[in-house]
């Protein structure tokens, strides 16, 4: 019910845009987080963005670099990375929920997406 898409291979500095595609449910109700993986670590929050979109918040590792934003219309959230950074190389992963609390939980999330690998090099 989530695809996330628009990971790939950039050079540190360098810039990419994630896409999360939902369906099969009620987007425009629902509180979205991207979350990221990176080999041998535990999952991480990255960035969060509420139902009507009024609200944001990122992880201190991203923040300033990091965007995250929604287009109900498309029923799709966007995370634009920009100043990429080696130590960003992930797999990162949309999620959603209708609650909006403890939104840096990854375990409150109802629907996950498959992952989108994002590979930085130095």
């Known amino acids: 019910q989530l695809q996330a898409s628009g990971g790939g291979l950039v050079q540190a500095g360098g810039s990419l845009r994630l896409s999360c595609a939902a369906s099969?449910?009620?987007?425009?109700?629902?509180?979205v987080g991207w979350f990221r993986q990176a080999p041998g670590k535990e999952r991480e929050f990255v960035a969060f963005?509420?139902?009507?979109?009024?609200?944001?918040y990122y992880a201190d590792s991203v923040k300033g670099r990091f965007a995250i934003s929604r287009d109900s219309a498309k029923n799709t959230a966007y995370l634009q990375m920009n100043s990429l950074k080696p130590e960003d190389t992930a797999v990162y992963y949309c999620?959603?929920?209708?609650?909006?609390?403890?939104?840096?939980?990854?375990?409150?999330?109802?629907?996950w997406g498959q992952g989108t690998l994002v590979t930085v090099s130095s």
């Open positions: 999620a959603a929920r209708a609650d909006g609390r403890n939104y840096w939980r990854g375990e409150a999330y109802t629907y």
């Open positions: 099969g449910l009620t987007f425009s109700s629902q509180n």
């Open positions: 963005i509420s139902w009507s979109g009024g609200s944001t």
